[in-house]
Each structure stands twice: as C-alpha cells, then as structure tokens.
C-alpha cells in the first residue's frame, strides 16, 4: 500500500539559508500535519492543512511557511536557518476534516534537517 | 486544553519479562489516544488506538493497553519483552492534531 513520501530524506544546510521540505500524502487523503522532533525531544505539532487551507497553526516560527497544493502534497519552508531547526520533520496525511476522531494520521519517514 | 505525560522517561526491562509504560492524559473533550513507536533514525508508527468501544485496545507486537477514564490513564503494556521491542514509544491524544507524551525509551537487557 502506497505511504506518506517526504522529500529529501536527508538535508545539510548552513545558517541563515533557506530549506524547502516537501510532503506526499497516501492517495485520496486530503489533510496534511506537520511536526518537529528536535533531538531526544517529542514531536511538536507545527501546522496542518485540510483541502487546501490551513486548519490549525501550532509553534511554526514566523521564518517558517507551509501550503498544500491542488493535488494535496504540501510544502514547508524555511527561511533564516538557525542551528535550532536542526531536527527531524514528519508529515502525516489523514483522510477526512479535522476533528474528526476516526481519521487516522499516517506518518511518512521524516525528513532529518541538520543546519550547520 | 490537551495534554500527556508520560511518567517514566526510561523503563529498562529484562527479555521476558512483563512491560509497562505509562501514560496519562488530561482532557476537557473527547479522548482519542494512541500509542506510537519510534526506533532509531525511523518514523512513528502506530501501535494502537483508543477511539470508542471496548476500553481494552490490542495493537500490534502483542502490545494492549487499557483506557480507565477514572483515572485519566492509557498504560501500555506486554506480558513479555522482546529484544526487537527497544525503541522510543510515544503515548498521544488527538483532537484533530497529535499531542504527543515526551515519550519513553524501552529498553530490554538479555
């Protein structure tokens, strides 16, 4: 079965850069979320997407942005790097409106950002 | 407000022996809560759920665990540890998004 694809796996970057992380959803899932995983830490919820529109907005710094496209894969940037961002970044895609209970998230492999 | 902990941020165990990691929640809405599991350099990956229904949930890797409402409390559990079940497990409680617990590392010694 097809899975949730995050694009790069791995990304080196220095600071002050930009980075642009990118996220596949499982087909005919329309709603996309955004975490980060700092090193030993939990992940934190970021910012989601349900058809097309943000749907709720968590600790995403203002040097960070995200939409979803017409075809529902979503995209993160960053902008100004700091050695801070260095962490692991998950998408997960859902099938259905937010608050719904029943609808699963699917997390993909993460994307490991490391800023030197 | 949502919110988890998870009580114990290490919990080494022997192979075969039972496992419990603990988690509780806090929570003014319905409860939706999971447990996922994370190994080294990988993913989340879902354990199990508790939407509704029967408050015993089974998940994979012969882990269970039991939603008790009266004491806002969602334990994992195994009867016996194997050496493949280390790793990083993360209890959580969703409305709409994941709010995760900080997590605890299982550890399991032969």
């Known amino acids: 079965a097809a899975g949730v694809i995050q694009s790069p796996r791995h990304l080196i970057k220095e600071k002050r850069e930009t980075a642009t992380l990118k996220c596949y959803p499982i087909p005919r899932h329309d709603t996309v979320y955004w975490y980060q995983q700092g090193p030993g830490q939990d992940p934190q919820f970021l910012i989601s997407f349900y058809e097309k529109m943000q749907s709720d907005k968590g600790s995403i710094p203002d040097r960070f942005s995200a939409q979803q496209f017409s075809d529902y894969h979503s995209e993160l940037n960053m902008s100004s790097l700091e050695l801070g961002d260095s962490a692991l970044y998950f998408c997960?895609?859902?099938?259905?409106?937010?608050?719904?209970?029943?609808?699963?998230?699917?997390f993909g492999p993460g994307t490991r950002l490391t800023v030197l | 407000a949502q919110s988890v902990t998870q009580l114990d941020s290490q919990v080494p165990v022997f192979e075969e022996a039972p496992v419990e990691l603990r988690c509780n929640y806090s929570?003014?809405?319905?409860?939706?809560l999971f447990w996922y599991v994370q190994y080294p350099n990988q993913g989340l990956q879902l354990l199990l759920k508790y939407l509704s229904g029967s408050t015993l949930v089974k998940g994979i890797n012969g882990f269970e665990a039991e939603f008790k409402k009266s004491e806002t409390s969602f334990h994992l559990t195994k009867p016996s540890a194997h050496m493949s079940d280390a790793a990083e497990y993360f209890c959580?409680?969703?409305?709409?998004?994941?709010?995760f617990g900080q997590g605890t590392e299982l550890s399991v010694k032969p």
């Open positions: 929570s003014s809405v319905s409860v939706y």
């Open positions: 959580a409680v969703r409305g709409g998004k994941l709010i």
């Open positions: 997960a895609s859902a099938d259905g409106g937010i608050g719904v209970g029943d609808n699963e998230q699917f």
